[in-house]
């Protein structure tokens, strides 16, 4: 069920071994874009994001390079924060599993486990993925070849002594709430296959690994509680942050989190054993898990070795050219949202911007603050009560597209909702080819009509504009300073504040520059801006 009073959202906490790069921000921006949307929607929100800090190849790392590990995963934290910083993500908070807020909380929903016997001692024989530190299936080992899913590397068949978590005991459970609540696994397709994998039969997880406490490796984890012989794998240790950073007593309302935005290639953590550890734990579950798929680059997939990673110098160039708000603006918009894999292209990139930003949005705040700088000198007119003409009728029209992106963003679809108000801008365009008021402006006698129209227009592109702040705030909060409705985000919930008639008559309306110049389709694609290494 929704909560209409709270919203939390999270994104995975990401390695710290990588530096930022598109799937990291996509992910961000997802989860970027929807708290936004609920915190103008009136909803108190909390947005939490992070890194993933205890893998063994963070040490290897670090020793590769001479320093400690906490010293690597500092530089790599930061270099997340920074990047999220300059794509003007609004997390609320930034955890790191090195944290002791964090280490502390794991070390007691282990206790609780073990405590219960939801965690428990055994042996377990498997085949290792030592590049993702994680055991797969037989059946995936085979159908792999017995190399990485991931990576492509050889699996190791491994033998250990492990605690496991007990999956199996909760399969039905679990496939019951699936079924009972169609949205928990989103999209339709990632669903599907994670009902047909659990049908199959699930079995239990290990989820610790032997070490020497001696080993200086061994203290870059969270040992066992009460056996230091064994350390938390980093997978279980990772899930747990969703629910460590708001276990508080300031936080803790915020539970269940409403939506754990993620790329498909973490869908079983989050969909199935991420669950079945709630239920153990008796915690609610979270109301959504949304798997997006890849983005590939000028139809190839990206990699290093081909030259062609979308990382953040590659991005901050993009940014450069045309602004923070269009890149966030085509990742939220062109990005891959359902099952299959959307392209980065620059042409693609170019044409979207001019099609959406530059034709559409711009073009129409231009246009119609132009023309009521023309004919009523700055001032917007009075529409003297009329609120329907040349068959618009435009409370009705911005009340549908309201009404319509609220809906989609309660699924998550965010594509959907930032053309509900981008909509809104086209008909704005409609409206004005066909009223053409700039020829009625030429009859002294029409010009209640003229005042009517451009009313109408303003009025339109302000609701609009509540719609698409998600996804691109600085240029849409420019323009409620030029229309004279600066809005503080939280203080009135977006369904009044997007009630028709707030607008004023006689508001002064800025002309300004272009919000998005138009750009040139010719033009090369940007130079990347910054080190490559991060």
Same mark, same amino acid.
């Given at each position: 069920?929704? +909560? ?11 390695? !710290? ?71 003007? =993500? ?29 965690? =428990? ?28 899913? !991931? ?40 669903? &599907? ?47 747990? &942050? ?9 936080? +803790? ?55 062609? =990673? ?48 530059? &034709? ?41 597209? !309201? ?6 963003? &309660? ?76 809005? !503080? ?46």
């Amino acid at each position: 069920m929704t +909560r209409t009073d709270r919203y939390y959202v999270t994104t995975p906490i990401y390695y !710290v071994n990588d530096r930022p790069h598109i799937g990291h921000c996509y992910t961000t921006l997802l989860a970027d874009v929807a708290a936004r949307f609920m915190r103008l929607s009136g909803r108190e929100t909390f947005f939490l994001t992070g890194t993933d800090e205890h893998a063994e190849k963070v040490v290897a790392a670090a020793a590769e390079r001479g320093i400690t590990p906490i010293a690597w995963a500092d530089r790599n934290a930061h270099a997340f924060q920074e990047a999220f910083a300059e794509l003007n =993500f609004s997390n609320d908070d930034f955890i790191r599993t090195t944290e002791d807020r964090h280490k502390d909380k794991v070390d007691a929903y282990i206790r609780a486990l073990k405590e219960t016997g939801d965690i =428990f001692l055994g042996d377990y024989e498997g085949w290792w993925d030592g590049s993702q530190e994680e055991y797969v299936t037989e059946t995936t080992a085979r159908e792999h070849d017995f190399k990485s899913p !991931v990576t492509g590397r050889p699996l190791v068949k491994r033998t250990e002594r492990n605690y496991f978590f007990r999956l199996s005991k909760y399969a039905d459970r679990l496939l019951a709430h699936i079924e009972a609540n169609p949205h928990f696994i989103a999209p339709e397709a990632r669903r &599907n296959e994670v009902v047909g994998r659990i049908k199959t039969g699930l079995q239990d997880v290990p989820v610790s690994r032997a070490v020497d406490p001696n080993d200086e490796a061994a203290s870059w984890g969270i040992l066992m509680p009460d056996d230091p012989g064994h350390r938390v794998y980093v997978w279980i240790d990772a899930l747990f &942050n969703y629910l460590s950073a708001v276990d508080t007593d300031d936080r +803790r309302a915020y539970w269940p989190a409403d939506a754990h935005v993620i790329g498909k290639d973490i869908l079983w953590f989050h969909a199935v054993i991420w669950p079945c550890m709630l239920m153990a734990m008796d915690k609610a579950l979270p109301g959504c898990v949304y798997a997006h798929s890849y983005w590939i680059r000028e139809g190839r997939k990206m990699s290093k070795s081909l030259g062609n =990673f979308l990382d953040m110098p590659t991005l901050r160039g993009y940014c450069n050219e045309f602004g923070v708000d269009a890149v966030r603006w085509y990742l939220a918009t062109q990005g891959p949202m359902g099952a299959t894999d959307a392209d980065f292209a620059h042409g693609r990139f170019v044409e979207m911007y001019n099609a959406d930003l530059a &034709n559409s949005v711009g073009n129409a705040m231009s246009r119609v603050s132009n023309m009521i700088a023309k004919y009523f000198d700055g001032a917007l007119p009075d529409a003297k009560g009329v609120t329907e003409y040349a068959g618009h009728d435009w409370p009705a029209i911005t009340n549908a597209a !309201v009404e319509s992106a609220i809906a989609k963003m &309660n699924r998550l679809d965010i594509p959907g909702a930032m053309q509900d108000g981008l909509s809104i801008v086209r008909r704005v365009d409609g409206y004005v080819h066909a009223t053409e008021p700039f020829k009625l402006a030429k009859d002294e006698s029409r010009m209640g009509d003229v005042a009517a129209i451009l009313y109408h227009c303003a009025e339109a592109l302000r609701i609009a504009s509540l719609i698409l702040w998600a996804a691109m705030p600085e240029r849409m909060e420019e323009a409620w300073k030029r229309f004279g409705t600066p809005v !503080v985000v939280g203080e009135t919930p977006l369904k009044e504040l997007a009630q028709w008639g707030r607008l004023t008559p006689g508001t002064p309306i800025e002309k300004g520059e272009a919000l998005f110049p138009r750009a040139d389709a010719e033009a090369p694609e940007p130079t990347p801006v910054g080190d490559p290494a991060g």
